[in-house]
């Protein structure tokens, strides 16, 4: 709250949630908040942190830029809100944003970093290493996935200069495949059982080919063979007629 309030503070502590590169997450209670470094190494989610540093804005919100922080113990990690899509779109998603949350929707795209999914009509960037299948072949499986997460919610850059808070996308930071849980459905199984019928197919014509080659190539042998010993044969009834012709 302090350095919502733009005061210079000291000191906040809590529960990291998520961290990667020189970035990290805390929570504490109801209130969440992104820590960044400017070097060194960042803590690990379920660390109990107690970090100072000074307020920083980052796309038209407050987050705190660390100058040291240290671990106080450990401790499980919240448990994740269940927020609508208009809990994070409205008024700018007070209240959501950084906080570890679970949302469920259909994946619909890979991406470099992770895949994109549909939240009941509101696109949501999920970012997670080394996805499972399911989640690798979404273009085609488009299965339905509950993920838990942090959310970073990314605000139309007017907010900077005193205009209405708004929402422009939503990204969804996880830390490993165990927080994926596929949510199997018609429209899933369907797909997923398309897509062993083409790959039977494909395998299936890839054996015919094969076989169709190594017959070619018995055929090609056995008519090379055939011609070889058809002009063997012709060269020495040749040589035979002359010898007639000569003892004659």
């Not at 980052?58 to 499980?76: D, H, L, N, Y």
């Not at 059982?193 to 790959?199: A, E, F």
Request: net charge negative; aromatic share 6%; proline share 5%.
């Amino acid at each position: 709250r302090e350095l919502v309030r733009g005061d210079r503070v000291s000191e906040v502590s809590g529960v990291v949630t998520y961290s990667e590169d020189l970035r990290f997450f805390v929570q504490s209670g109801g209130e969440a908040l992104k820590l960044v470094l400017d070097r060194g190494v960042v803590p690990k989610p379920g660390d109990v942190v107690e970090a100072s540093g000074y307020p920083s804005l980052e796309g038209g919100r407050v987050v705190m830029v660390v100058k040291k922080w240290k671990t106080a113990g450990t401790s499980p990690l919240p448990e994740p809100l269940t927020p609508s899509p208009a809990d994070l779109t409205d008024n700018g998603g007070h209240g959501a944003n950084w906080m570890r949350i679970e949302l469920e929707g259909r994946a619909f795209e890979s991406t470099e970093n992770g895949f994109a999914m549909d939240v009941d009509g509101l696109p949501v960037s999920v970012m997670v290493k080394d996805p499972p299948f399911f989640i690798r072949e979404c273009g085609q499986l488009r299965p339905q996935v509950k993920v838990t997460g942090v959310v970073e919610l990314i605000l139309d850059q007017g907010v900077l200069f005193g205009r209405d808070e708004y929402v422009m996308g939503i990204k969804l930071s996880v830390n490993s495949a165990d927080d994926l849980v596929l949510e199997p459905d018609l429209v899933y199984l369907m797909n997923l059982k398309d897509m062993k019928v083409r790959v039977a197919v494909y395998a299936t014509v890839g054996v015919l080919s094969v076989g169709l080659l190594v017959f070619l190539a018995i055929i090609f042998r056995q008519r090379r063979r055939h011609f070889r010993t058809a002009t063997l044969m012709a060269e020495r009834k040749r040589m035979a007629d002359d010898i007639h012709d000569t003892i004659e």
